[in-house]
């Protein structure tokens, strides 16, 4: 039985999240039953989804409880089985939360997944080929679906969904504009992972502003816009599309306090005949071995980059996890555990 410390939700955040939501707990691991596996994490994924988790109220994914261990995806290796598939020492990747070890029910499918260490990094599998990654993949191909020399943009460019969409759209063909808070973030979405252009949203007070800049860089209108923030960012956006152009929204981070986030001009919608489509990339689990393939090629190949920043310790996940919806990560948002 293995010592084992976990941060739970304590209460929900009454306006702006804080640290004093969580609550760090030490217990034991139990004894593992037939069919289980028992899982040292040794990566934590921040994600923005888990603010929404934290709020009692209805959206796409039920809230999380109070006083249970923290939603999170994890990585790490089996050191114990009962199940025959899976052996000592095998690396895996699977929602085991925010805390340092789980116990898995690995007769669930898609509970635990065995991954290939040999050319892609462990950490690399909840970010670039994991969960972010094939969000990318599934916004830019089944919802935008787009056609080589058209032009794409995409919110919070530098982040994990956003290096990811980056690469798998300068694949096929297309001209790609990031948007991303301060100049290192933008020379590194030029710089090192291959975008045309990135703007600096924190230089413009206004969606006006912000749309000049996207006409400067797309002198062709946008054709396909992947959504991570909303407010006004997809204000100069919509300002910009072409007729018939198409919105994947994956998330509306501007929005994870609570606040509305209403729309300058709808009728922009109408007017280009936009589709404009969200979507849950857990609801599409058809599509995560296409996705993760060409994902982990686009790695080997040294055209996706990623870049980490990673917190030392569960103690610190909370303060790591403020600092995420502030910005303050510069790509993939990571706790290390081991």
Known sequence: MAT?????????????????????????????????????????????????????????????PLGEVMIGGTVGEVVESRHPKFLTGDRVVGM?????????????????????????????YLGAVGMPGVTAWYGLVKI????????MVISAATGAVGSAFGALAKA?????????????????????????????????KDMYSLAKALKQECPNGIDGYFENVGGMVLD??????????????????????????????????????????????????????EALTELGTLVAQGKLRPRETIAQGLENAPEAFMGLLKGKNFGKQLVKLV
């Not at 039953?33 to 796409?60: A, E, I, W």
């Not at 935008?144 to 032009?151: D, R």
């Open 96 to 124: 085991g939360g925010w805390q340092e070890y789980s116990v898995v029910d690995a007769l669930q499918p898609g509970a635990l997944r065995k991954v290939d260490t040999t050319h892609v990094p462990l950490s690399y």
């Open 172 to 204: 096929r063909g297309c001209r790609v504009v990031g948007i991303a808070g301060g100049p290192e973030k933008c020379a590194y979405a030029v710089n090192e992972l291959g975008f045309d252009a990135c703007i600096d949203y924190k230089l413009h």
């Open 236 to 289: 100069a956006v919509l300002l910009r599309m072409n007729a018939f152009g198409r919105i994947a929204v994956c998330g509306m981070i501007a929005g994870y306090d609570g606040q509305p986030l209403p729309l300058a001009n709808p009728a922009l919608i109408l007017i280009n005949r936009l589709k404009v489509e969200g979507f849950i990339v857990s609801e599409h689990m058809e599509v995560w071995p």
């Open 144 to 151: 935008i679906n787009p056609k080589a020399g058209e032009t």
């Open 4 to 64: 084992n410390r976990q941060i739970l939700l304590d209460n929900r955040p009454e306006g702006e999240a804080t640290v004093n939501n969580f609550k760090l707990v030490t217990t034991e691991t139990p004894p593992l039953k037939d069919g289980q596996v028992l899982v040292r994490h040794h990566f934590l994924s921040l994600d923005p989804y888990m603010r929404g988790r934290m709020n009692d109220s209805k959206s796409y994914a039920a809230s999380q």
